[in-house]
């Protein structure tokens, strides 16, 4: 009406007649828009199914087309995937055919919106992080929030293809909410004078129709991920990467999984601690830091106070292969000198369960043990823990981490942005100019991560993580420059040839290091991650040239090397103290000169005038070591005790003391990480002093 009385308005008597013709126009267009509405609108509501037959096809299509926004290298959605999906997809609506024409309308659509509104916020974080977005992401905004800057960049036009239903549905639904309540009206009126409808029909035919949908949508979700959580247990176990558990069950059974996971965890856990078992916990913490603390009178405390400190965490390094040849060749001649020039721990275990890489991370940083089951990095990625970086940013330092692998892959970039590192370089930040293995070759992937460090200002703490050497060690023949004779092509044959590549990456790290001056006042610290997963034993003893015992195996299986470098090749020589990863945060500070004795943390110093005498090393499964005997656990509580020096078992009794104190570290550190007691204790901590300077 107001447009019209603008018309009216109109000057010459021409133009008002063209303007009113004009207006008669629109206006019949509109009313055929109406129209086409109403009878759009009145045939959905006769139909009852055809607007969700519709929704799921078009949502379908959008899942298939979200997996080709993502186009994930080597990864293609199997047919009981995209059987899933669809399932999925009837799961979620089914209950909108119990609605009427018009909430159906607007269930289906908000539904619509809501999944398209996911995948192109996925498909952006992708883009970022090569990972997908999962609950503790959303809870920790922060890690969105540092993508806030360059979101603009990241999204492109093919995105907004997931919403191109829109251009028809906006309007329509506005169309719904002020008229089509009007129209849908009306066709009742109508179906009613004319006796059209079945009165019992609909409701019936719906409740039916729902029920065949969602046991439908069940078959097919359901039992598909049920099969493919029983065939591939380590995935749902360890859940090492999003990715791979989305190419497994589709776009929605992730989230749906994520969802169910995080719930599990955080909202519908039973109490897992007593208010005794926290005093206790936090009790056990303190007297841990009290014994550090009481270490802080030893000369080696602060020695080396605002030295950079470089840790080089590689990749199933071993240190079997040390100090030997094959084919006249020396396997790892750098390593063998850093070896000599550094304090070198013989007795060394890694702690790692089935987070792997990640957890041997997190024991070395947090001093943690890690979970039992899953990766501390994935599920804990929000808790609050003592870690190095954190605690070295505190004390000026920089802090950055370096792996040229994709971010999300252990769920690093929340964890390390948790661990608040100032900065990650992955892949995205890496030339692929030497392709080696599953990535970058570490040759080039030091060569680089040195570019960023040598920038950086005094004190640094850098962290690198090689990737070389990953199972199952297929090097580019022109890599392979051993000749391992028989055991060419073997499993045991192409680690050794990667490990050569490895410690040839590493002498050439020494040398950047030497060249840019930062040799003689950094801390190198070189650690193998966990063990190379090689049970091909006839393998090792045709290396090796002797047979190992069964006991010999585990015990090698876990045996890791690790070297302190410091400035003048200071405290070089053998160390047989038992060792762990969870010992070389404390070791890394204590050397700085920084204190540990308040901060959560269940390993000790390592590098002491006098090295402690009573030392243990925990393993995850309750195995635990020390200089003269190793305990291994054989379930309802017992175990068997060997003598070191013999190999063989002794009375379990030898083994007792040690036993209870691996098992009550391996408790307490749960409490801590399935309960984010650190957090708690903090809290507490801040209210007590509030409460006293009240
Ligand atoms: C990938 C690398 C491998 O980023 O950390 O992890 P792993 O399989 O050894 O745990
Ligand atoms: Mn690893």
Aim: net charge neutral; charged share 20%; proline share 3%.
């Amino acid at each position: 009406m107001r447009l019209l009385s603008v018309f009216r308005t109109a000057s010459s008597p021409e133009a008002s007649y063209k303007l009113k013709g004009d207006a008669l126009l629109i206006q019949r267009a509109a009313s055929s828009i109406r129209k086409a509405a109403d009878f759009i609108l009145i045939w959905l509501d006769r139909l009852t199914v055809i607007d969700w037959i519709l929704f799921v096809l078009i949502l379908y299509w959008k899942l298939h087309y979200f997996n080709k926004l993502l186009s994930v290298p080597y990864m293609e959605l199997t047919p009981t995937t995209k059987t899933m999906e669809f399932g999925a997809l009837l799961i979620i609506s089914f209950w909108t055919l119990l609605l009427p024409a018009r909430g159906r309308i607007f269930a289906l659509v908000t539904i619509n919106f809501l999944l398209s509104l996911l995948m192109f916020s996925d498909s952006v974080y992708y883009r970022y992080f090569q990972d997908l977005i999962t609950v503790p992401v959303l809870m920790q905004v922060g890690q969105v929030e540092s993508v806030g800057g360059s979101i603009t960049t990241l999204i492109a036009k093919k995105d907004f293809v997931l919403f191109a239903d829109f251009i028809f549905l906006l309007p329509f639904m506005v169309y719904l909410f002020w008229k089509g309540g009007k129209a849908l009206r009306q066709a009742k009126k109508e179906r009613q004078k004319r006796k059209a409808s079945i009165k019992w029909g609909k409701p019936v035919l719906r409740l039916v129709l729902s029920g065949c949908i969602i046991l439908l949508g069940s078959q097919l979700f359901l039992t598909n991920f049920n099969a493919v959580q029983a065939k591939s247990k380590s995935l749902f176990a360890g859940n090492w990467w999003n990715l791979s558990l989305y190419n497994a069950v589709g776009g929605l059974g992730f989230h749906g999984y994520d969802l169910s996971r995080y719930a599990k965890m955080h909202w519908f856990k039973a109490q897992t601690v007593t208010a005794e078992q926290i005093t206790e916990t936090e009790a056990w913490f303190k007297e841990r830091g009290q014994e550090r603390k009481e270490l802080e009178k030893d000369p080696l405390f602060g020695a080396y106070k605002g030295k950079n400190v470089l840790m080089v965490q590689v990749e199933a390094l071993q240190d079997f292969m040390f100090d030997k040849s094959i084919g006249g060749t020396e396997i790892t001649p750098n390593l063998n000198k850093l070896a000599e020039e550094s304090a070198y721990f013989t007795n060394f275990y890694h702690q790692t369960s089935n987070g792997r890489t990640s957890d041997a991370d997190f024991s070395a940083h947090c001093s943690m043990q890690p979970i039992m089951n899953g990766s501390v990095f994935i599920q804990y990625s929000g808790n609050t823990f003592d870690c190095t970086p954190d605690i070295l940013k505190s004390h000026g330092y920089s802090a950055n981490v370096f792996h040229a692998y994709q971010g999300g892959f252990w769920n690093r970039n929340a964890m390390y942005k948790s661990m608040n590192y100032d900065m990650f370089y992955n892949l995205k930040h890496y030339q692929q100019d030497e392709a080696v293995g599953w990535s970058v070759g570490d040759k080039s992937f030091f060569r680089q991560s040195m570019d960023v460090v040598a920038e950086q200002k005094a004190p640094f703490y850098a962290f690198m993580i090689t990737l070389t050497s990953h199972h199952p060690y297929s090097m580019p023949e022109a890599q392979k420059l051993l000749d391992v004779g028989e055991l060419k092509d073997t499993i045991l044959g192409n680690y050794l040839q990667s490990v050569h590549y490895v410690d040839a990456a590493v002498g050439e790290l020494i040398e950047r290091l030497k060249s840019e001056n930062l040799w003689d006042n950094t801390i190198l610290v070189l650690y193998g991650d966990h063990d190379n997963s090689i049970k091909e034993w006839d393998q090792y003893e045709q290396f090796l040239g002797k047979p190992y015992t069964d006991f010999e195996q585990k015990r090698f299986n876990k045996q890791v090397p690790l070297m302190i470098h410091f400035p003048d090749s200071a405290h070089s020589g053998e160390y047989k103290m038992a060792a762990g990863q969870t010992d070389l945060a404390p070791t890394v500070l204590h050397l700085l000169g920084i204190s540990t004795a308040d901060s959560y943390m269940v390993g000790m110093p390592l590098m002491l005038q006098n090295p402690l005498s009573d030392h243990i090393v925990v393993q995850r499964f309750g195995a635990w070591s020390n200089e003269e005997v190793y305990y291994i656990p054989t379930g309802n509580g017992k175990g068997t005790c060997y003598s070191l020096a013999t190999g063989e078992p002794v009375e379990e009794s030898k083994c007792a003391a040690g036993t209870e104190l691996a098992n009550n570290e391996l408790m307490m550190s749960d409490q801590i990480v399935h309960n984010n007691l650190i957090k708690k204790y903090r809290k507490n901590n801040a209210l007590e002093v509030m409460g006293a300077n009240e």
